[in-house]
């Protein structure tokens, strides 16, 4: 089966530690009230099918990128496609972060009834976990969007002392084919949609 994308970016520093390319998958059925991206909520509609392999050749001749992020939309909900992704990409010698609105125990749950649920934890480097709560903005740790959600450190690739998870978190405004896209820390760069899309 293909993946069904909805974003791709090649190269930001918004979305994890280094230079990496960024994929949002489309379709997600959590649906956090603040989510800044509802546009990728509905599933098979929206974005583009893309075979797992074909992104991960385009992924792994990108210059330049530690590694790739998986955001959305969610990416458990087509962990399949998405595990299949990133076992190619990690074998390139890249590393894995991947954004879920599950938590961790919720996923856990999830890998009794889908195999590519546990598929995906196992290429995983870095998972943030847990609903977006726009209530409570993170403002300490970098990438992520809110206070209630939890980095997991899965493989030797990082350590949470590092440094570079403690800094000020980013927005990125790009401006490709004059269409401009807003990434980055999810309070913020709501507010700065909502700014662009009023006047
Ligand atoms: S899990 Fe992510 S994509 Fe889904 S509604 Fe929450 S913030 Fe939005």
Same mark, same amino acid.
């Given at each position: 089966m293909a993946?069904r994308?909805?974003?791709?970016i090649?190269d930001?520093e918004?979305?994890g530690?280094?230079v990496?390319?960024a994929?949002?998958?489309?379709g997600?059925?959590?649906?956090c &009230?603040g989510?800044? %991206?509802p546009?990728?909520f509905?599933h098979?509609?929206?974005?583009?099918?893309v075979e797992p392999a074909v992104?991960?050749?385009?992924?792994?001749?990108?210059?330049g990128?530690?590694? !790739?992020?998986?955001?959305?939309?969610?990416?458990?909900?087509q962990? *399949?496609?998405?595990a299949?992704?990133?076992?190619i990409?990690k074998a390139?010698?890249k590393?894995?972060?991947v @954004?879920?609105?599950?938590?961790l125990d919720e996923?856990?749950?999830?890998?009794?009834t889908d &195999?590519g649920?546990?598929?995906l934890l196992?290429t995983?480097d870095?998972?943030?976990d847990?609903?977006?709560d726009?209530?409570k903005?993170?403002?300490t740790?970098r990438?992520?969007g809110?206070? $209630?959600q939890? !980095?997991?450190?899965? *493989?030797?690739? @990082?350590?949470p002392?590092e440094?570079r998870?403690w800094t000020? %978190?980013t927005?990125?405004?790009?401006?490709? $084919?004059? !269409?401009?896209?807003i %990434?980055g820390?999810p309070?913020?760069?709501?507010?700065?949609?909502?700014?662009l899309?009023s006047?």
């Amino acid at each position: 089966m293909a993946l069904r994308i909805a974003q791709k970016i090649r190269d930001t520093e918004a979305e994890g530690p280094g230079v990496r390319f960024a994929v949002w998958v489309q379709g997600c059925t959590i649906r956090c &009230p603040g989510c800044c %991206n509802p546009e990728m909520f509905v599933h098979g509609k929206g974005g583009v099918e893309v075979e797992p392999a074909v992104l991960a050749a385009e992924i792994l001749a990108t210059p330049g990128i530690e590694g !790739l992020s998986m955001l959305g939309g969610e990416p458990f909900e087509q962990a *399949t496609d998405v595990a299949a992704l990133a076992r190619i990409v990690k074998a390139g010698g890249k590393t894995v972060m991947v @954004y879920s609105g599950y938590t961790l125990d919720e996923l856990r749950e999830k890998t009794k009834t889908d &195999p590519g649920v546990q598929a995906l934890l196992d290429t995983t480097d870095l998972l943030l976990d847990g609903r977006y709560d726009a209530t409570k903005p993170e403002k300490t740790r970098r990438w992520i969007g809110s206070t $209630n959600q939890t !980095l997991h450190f899965f *493989t030797g690739a @990082y350590r949470p002392d590092e440094a570079r998870f403690w800094t000020s %978190n980013t927005v990125e405004l790009r401006l490709e $084919n004059g !269409l401009l896209t807003i %990434n980055g820390w999810p309070a913020p760069a709501d507010v700065l949609r909502r700014f662009l899309r009023s006047s």
